[in-house]
């Protein structure tokens, strides 16, 4: 069984920066992929950034070059360093493991807010 806990979303303003963690329960976090998505109201959950279980990594076109996902794997946790932050990054953020070679299911997260005001 697996646990994913969000912390660090919040209110800033536009060009502002936030920082996402997720702390996972289980072993099978350090050979798992995770990745951060996210939802808006109204709109259907998009990936925002994923990394490999050894440590590639891949982004959403609107997020390149303004946020970094990383991991810690002697602390289970994945992180998303958000910077340059705009109004339509507004959303619910959720840290996922995904089904796979390693997890026979999808484990999310509880989500978190952020919110960019202009």
């Known amino acids: 069984q697996v646990q994913l806990v969000e912390s660090g979303g919040g209110s800033v303003q536009a060009g502002g920066s936030l920082r996402l963690s997720c702390a996972a329960s289980g072993r099978i976090f350090v050979l798992s992929a995770m990745g951060w998505y996210r939802q808006a109201p109204g709109k259907q959950r998009e990936l925002v950034a994923a990394i490999t279980s050894g440590g590639s990594t891949n982004y959403a076109d609107s997020v390149k070059g303004r946020f970094t996902i990383s991991r810690d794997n002697g602390k289970n946790t994945v992180s998303l360093q958000m910077n340059s932050l705009k109004p339509e990054d507004t959303a619910v953020y959720y840290c996922?493991?995904?089904?796979?070679?390693?997890?026979?299911?999808?484990?999310w997260g509880q989500g978190t807010q952020v919110t960019v005001s202009s």
């Open positions: 996922n493991l995904p089904a796979g070679p390693v997890s026979g299911r999808n484990y």
